[in-house]
């Protein structure tokens, strides 16, 4: 058994456990998910278990794939396929497909996501006349997401409701149910919540599982929810060989339903399971682990467990509070350039990680500025998230009435009753009038000519009230409110975030905060373009936006959320953010097990670091179109003052940028030369575009310019955009870095 070599004595223990439950309890990097592959792999090799009688259950789609890789390489290929190992939601397709029809789900049942499930929502909401205004339908599938989480159906949601709000609720969620039974499909939730069903109601089907299943691995065990913990015990309570692995200390997804004690009671619910104890750390430095000790020292529901690891002390804990936050992304940019220029390291060593996706958006503006390639996990760029693309069809409209795409996309966002056939109406009338659709006017005119009908008319009167008024606020350079005042009003006003708000999910919240980054970011904008006007700054957006995807596969600085790097490492990683308000989050500051949570996640990010450790955060900063000076995170006083480097006094914005472009330039040219994964716009074969489109007329970086507003500068870099102009990187003196489109920006030769 050759591969048994690779392991410690208690993994090896671990791995080398055939018969009944086992529980594997330890901290991150210790080798859980190593020891789970490895007992399949020797199952199989030892002829303990068939391939095909094993069930190993992963957290993500990703995490399954690594692991099938991982076994192939212990197994030799052949073998290895046989074996079952998915996420709980994949697993659970495979058992419906097949047998389903005994609970009445069909074998071709579809899969709903989340689109799909909102718009059934809405028809059962129509239907019971609830108002969607006061249920918000992705509020109500939360809710009922929460109950099929606890397996609990929609005659027990009615009659444990306590209050009006849950009992209509219930209602609605009964109505959900039965539109989709009649649409012959399921939600994710409903996949796991059948399957229960099935296999608690049909003991034959039931025994058939459990013999085809012999052998049961959980990955991430303490982030199992009910339905899923009931799923595992059902299939492995005849034979009780089930093996989960996990650390209450990683538990990050209480808000998700996912319940601690799963693994707390694991011992009580298997009597006689052996427990297994990791405490050698394979993946960070000394001073990361211990610092990772000390942290979640101050939570109060834990086992006790210690850490510990054979690894060299390693580097200091560098924590740097920068004046603000372009101050802090400029620090990381420079970092990560350092790393590279200095050859020691590719630009897929590191890993920024953040409480929530809206903290993307100065990092990647950040890269964009210093030409660090990078992608974003699980999340869209901050310009491709839809409340962004809304709000700023808002504006585009406001500037430019006759926008038909823009007027589209928002007309009835939020709802206003408005289908595809009355906005065709609408510009046909428009048109025909020799009027822009979009100006507020044109529409109150639309609204008396009788292009819509009556309800509608109402709401669209509205709209074209707010429009007026919006563009009145938009006029030459802004007037007094701003551009911060008018893209707030177009967010209340247009009851944008009413919607939201009234939503009550943890993704709209994410939305709101998006919503709030937008915000901040035209403040930024304006204070440093005090003359310019709203077009200007759609102009701004737009270069910044238009940045194609990076091939998957390039080798690229990571930016993800503290949630999705579970079980993840990277040899560098800024925990970026650490800010009271952030990381605790805002909302979590309350409730002591609230904080334990956001402790948790702390923790999980710390751990994922294998050489570095980066802690940052800014002085101030500008969040919800407000300066704010957040205290320095809790997280960071909780962790050992003698591992961690104190840079901030040594870094001024001003140095750090000049030094950071010159590195850019360096860093940038050679990525390039070697990769052909250089900056952002060239980077994506464009077709013809890429190389074809040529350096634009005559710039090459090095070259000096002069800027109306911004002054002298040097050209740092220049990029074909694909439509045979020129995106130019310039740094000013006075204004520092800037993009700019070489064919309209106010520029020429010094
Ligand atoms: P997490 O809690 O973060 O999911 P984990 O406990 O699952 O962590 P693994 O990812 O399995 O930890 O292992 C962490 C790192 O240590 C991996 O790179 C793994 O290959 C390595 N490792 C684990 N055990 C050993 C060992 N005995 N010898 C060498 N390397 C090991
Ligand atoms: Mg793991």
């Known amino acids: 058994m050759p591969f048994l070599q690779g392991l410690n004595e208690a993994q090896r223990e671990a791995v080398q456990h055939v018969e009944g439950p086992l529980l594997v309890v330890a901290g991150p990097g210790s080798g859980k998910t190593r020891v789970l592959t490895y007992r399949v792999a020797y199952l199989i090799a030892t002829g303990a278990a068939a391939p095909d009688e094993i069930l190993a259950v992963t957290f993500t789609n990703k995490a399954a794939q690594q692991m099938v890789q991982r076994l192939r390489q212990l197994l030799g290929p052949g073998l290895s ?44 909401l129509k239907a019971l006349n609830i108002d969607p205004k006061r249920y918000d339908p992705r509020g109500v599938l939360a809710a009922c997401s929460r109950w099929k989480n606890e397996l609990i159906g929609p005659e027990q949601a009615a009659a444990e409701a306590r209050s009006v709000y849950d009992r209509t609720v219930a209602r609605a969620f009964e109505r959900y149910q039965q539109l989709m039974r009649e649409a012959r499909a399921l939600d994710f939730d409903d996949l796991l919540v059948e399957t229960v069903r099935l296999l608690r109601e049909h003991p034959a089907v039931l025994e058939k599982y459990q013999r085809r299943f012999r052998f049961i691995l959980v990955d991430e065990y303490q982030d199992t929810n009910h339905a899923q913990y009931q799923l595992v015990r059902l299939l492995s309570q005849a034979h009780r060989n089930l093996m989960v692995v996990g650390d209450e ?216 009230g707010q429009l007026v008024r919006w563009r009145a606020l938009a006029g030459g350079t802004l007037g007094e409110h701003g551009l911060t005042g008018l893209v707030e009003q177009v967010i209340k006003e247009s009851g944008y975030l009413d919607m939201l708000k009234q939503e009550r999910t943890e993704e709209a919240q994410a939305r709101i905060e998006n919503l709030e980054e937008l915000l901040s970011l035209a403040t930024r904008w304006e204070q440093e373009h005090p003359e310019g006007g709203l077009d200007d700054f759609l102009a701004h957006v737009a270069l910044m936006s238009d ?17 999705s790097a579970k079980g993840l490492e990277f040899p560098v990683v800024f925990l970026v953010g650490m800010e009271e308000g952030i990381l605790p989050h805002a909302r979590s500051t309350f409730e002591a097990s609230d904080l334990e949570e956001e402790r948790r996640l702390c923790y999980v990010g710390v751990t994922r670091a294998k050489e570095k450790l980066y802690l940052t955060c800014a002085r101030s900063r500008v969040m919800w179109g407000q300066l704010v000076a957040n205290p320095v995170s809790r997280f960071v006083d909780e962790m050992p003052r003698e591992a961690i480097e104190d840079v901030s006094e040594t870094w001024s914005r001003e140095r750090v940028e000049r030094e950071a472009l010159s590195l850019a330039q360096r860093a940038g040219a050679a990525a390039r030369g070697a990769a052909s994964i250089g900056p952002a716009p060239q980077a994506t074969g464009r077709g013809a575009a890429d190389g074809a489109g040529g350096p634009a007329p005559g710039w090459k970086p090095g070259d000096r310019v002069v800027h109306d507003s911004f002054g002298e500068g040097t050209v740092v870099a220049v990029d074909p955009s694909g439509r045979r102009d020129a995106i130019l990187t310039v740094a000013f003196e006075g204004a520092g870095i800037k993009r700019l489109m070489a064919s309209v920006a106010p520029i020429r030769r010094a």
């Open 249 to 464: 200390m990683q538990s990050i997804y209480g808000w998700r339903g996912a319940d601690i004690r799963n693994i707390l009671s694991f011992e009580r619910d298997y009597p006689g399971a052996r427990v297994v104890r990791l405490e050698q750390n394979y993946r960070s430095t000394k001073t990361i682990v211990e610092a990772a000790n000390r942290l979640i020292r101050h939570n109060t529901e834990r086992l006790d467990k210690r850490l510990w690891t054979h690894n060299a002390a390693g580097a200091p804990i560098t924590f740097c509070r920068a004046e603000d936050e372009r101050g802090e992304a400029t620090f990381v940019a420079l970092q990560i350039l350092r790393g590279v220029q200095e050859g020691k390291r590719s630009w897929d060593s590191f890993v920024l990680l953040y409480r929530t996706h809206a903290q993307s958006r100065t990092f990647e503006e950040a890269f964009l500025a210093h030409q660090i390639p990078y992608r974003i996990v699980a999340g869209l760029r901050f310009y491709e998230r839809k409340e962004i693309k809304d709000i700023l069809a808002y504006l585009r409209l406001i500037a430019s009435p006759g926008d038909v795409v823009s007027l589209r996309r928002i007309v009835n966002v939020p709802r206003r009753g408005v289908g595809e056939t009355t906005v065709e109406r609408l510009v046909a009338w428009a048109r025909q009038h020799g009027v822009e659709p979009g100006d507020g006017a044109a529409l109150e005119a639309a609204c008396e000519a009788g292009v819509f009908t009556r309800p509608v008319a109402q709401a669209m009167r509205a709209f074209a």
């Open 547 to 563: 940045v194609d995807d990076y091939d998957e596969s390039a080798r690229v600085v990571t930016l993800m959320t503290l949630h």
């Open 81 to 124: 396929e046989r074996a079952w190992v998915g996420t709980f939601h994949a697993t659970c397709v495979q058992i419906l497909r097949r047998d389903g029809p005994h609970v009445g789900v069909p074998h071709d049942f579809a899969i709903f996501d989340t689109p799909d499930q909102v718009q059934v929502m809405r028809e059962a």
